[in-house]
Structure formats: C-alpha cells, structure tokens
C-alpha cells in the first residue's frame, strides 16, 4: 500500500503563556491569522483551524502543510503569536492511504473579522 505524507503542526496553548488585555490579544489573534493566510497564498498550508470542545484546551489549532518539518518549525517560529509566547508548535508527519485526503483552495480568514463575518 502507498502512503501521503503531510507535515502536521499543532497549535499549543504554553502553561506559561502571557496574560495579554483583550485588545493586545485581538491584535495578535489578527496578525496570527494573517500570518496563516500568507502561508496559505504561498501554497505551504493545505488546511488550518482551531479545535472546539477539545478535552485538552491547551490544544488550540491544527494546521497540515505541503512542506517538510523542519521547513514547517522554521515558518511557524515567525508566527506572531508563537513569537510572543502565546502558542506553541508540536510538529509531526501524518501518513495517510495515498489519494484518501484532498485538499482544495479556499479563502481563508486574515483576522478575526473576516472569520465573524461568515463570508
């Protein structure tokens, strides 16, 4: 049997996190997401979303991307809000039955705006 390989990031809530005030959180959530979109329009992320209702909530978002690991904890460690201590990343290889997951071009969110607005 053939296999897909997709590196996988996982978007952790640090115990030590900074606390951050609502407004500073909102501006770096906003510049998290565009970053995101960036990596999107470069083709380096297939799919990304955060986790609800995670029994873990520290766990805060999944990301799969076409690139190798070390290529995904190198784009991630320019992440804003890995920057400023707010999300970790967990990177691994996922391997899937060849052809059994697809991924399709989407419009993606470059802030919580966007996100809200349901368009």
Known sequence: ?????????????????PELPRDAA???QDAHLAHQAGLVEQGAVLAAGPFL??????????????VDPEMARELYANDPAVRAGRLAVQVMSWMVPEGN????????????????SGD
């Open 1 to 17: 049997m053939r296999f897909d390989q997709h590196t996988v990031v996982l978007l952790v809530r640090p115990t030590d996190a």
């Open 26 to 28: 909102d501006r770096l």
């Open 53 to 66: 209702g995670a029994d873990d909530e520290r766990l805060r978002g999944f990301v799969v991307l076409s």
């Open 101 to 116: 997951v697809r991924f399709e071009t989407v419009p993606v969110p470059r802030s919580m705006l966007e996100a809200a």
